[in-house]
Structure formats: structure tokens, C-alpha cells
């Protein structure tokens, strides 16, 4: 089995194609292991807000496999492929990491660039995989989180997913 580390991104309908992504990568892979969900800014692009979560997963799919697996989920969630690569989209699914693979696989970079860039993605991976390290640059998660130093918001929201709260805004 591979641990597998996927970021879940949506501004179009965004609570309905989150909730989707979940309810598909649970049927797929059993029990996910799910960090909580953030709103951002839409960044390369005017857009409205994204939701923005990274979830886990253990698997014996190869990359290849997982990556045509979560494009065809993209598009029975309406998201165009064609369509620029900084627009506005009903979900986007990334694989971040699988296990310690560093390279091309499959077609796939890994790890993620976005990992080290995003904070919409690093902050939910250091939330769930804090104490993991980066398969490049060896640093645990939380470090790199502690370290982030772009100028990139992101706030915690009210989610909830089969009847179990995932995440709490905070209260000002």
C-alpha cells in the first residue's frame, strides 16, 4: 500500500463538488484521512473564493491509474479540460505526493511543486502530515508551514461531511 496525499480544490458550486470528491475517494479507498477545509483567494486569476482540503489515502494504484481515475471524476463533476489552466473550476483533484516518489511518474510530478508555492496547499497538508517530510527538500510539513512567507490568505471554514464536522470557521 502507498499513502497518497491529494488536494481537493473547488469555486464553482463549491460545497456540492467537495462533497462529491469525498464521497468518490471514500468508495474508492475505505477511510480518508481528511484536513480541514480552507477558503482562499483565486490565485493567477479574478475568480470567486476556493475551497480548498487535502486529503489521504492508502492505495495500490500506480500513479498513472489514480491520475486518470481523478480526471475522469473532474469531468463527471463539469470540469472542461480545455479550459485554462488559471480559471474558475467545478474540481480540481492534484496528487500531491505518493509515498516518496520524487520525479516524473506516470505522466505525473511529484511531489507536487504546489506544496512548496500554495498555501491553500501546504497549510491543510501540514495539518494532516505535519510530522512527514518532503520528498526533496527533506523538511517536515509543519516546518515548512511555520517557515511559508507569501503573501497568500486562507481561512478555516464550517464543513461537514456524513454527518461529521470536518472544520470550524474561527470566531472573531
Known sequence: MS????????????????????????????????????????VGFEGSDFLNLVVGIDTNLTVGELSRRFKQLEADNGRVQSAPKFSPRTL?????????????????????AEILKNAFVL???ADIAGDERHPVCGEPYH?????????????????????????????S
Do not use: C, M
Not at 12 to 35: C, K, M, N, P
Not at 154 to 168: E, K, Y
Open 92 to 112: 480540481d483533484l492534484d496528487i500531491l505526493t505518493y509515498d516518496e516518489a520524487n520525479g516524473v511518474v506516470d505522466g505525473v510530478e511529484l511531489p507536487r
Open 143 to 171: 516546518t515548512l508551514w511555520q517557515n511559508y512567507q507569501r503573501d497568500q490568505k486562507l481561512w478555516p471554514v464550517d464543513f461537514s461531511w456524513q454527518g461529521r464536522l470536518v472544520s470550524r470557521a474561527l470566531v
Open 3 to 42: 499513502r497518497v496525499y491529494i488536494s481537493v480544490g473547488s469555486n464553482i458550486e463549491r460545497y456540492r463538488h467537495v462533497t462529491a470528491a469525498l464521497d468518490a475517494l471514500a468508495s474508492w479507498f475505505g477511510e480518508l484521512i481528511i484536513s480541514p477545509v480552507y477558503e482562499s483567494e483565486s
Open 123 to 125: 497549510r491543510p497538508l
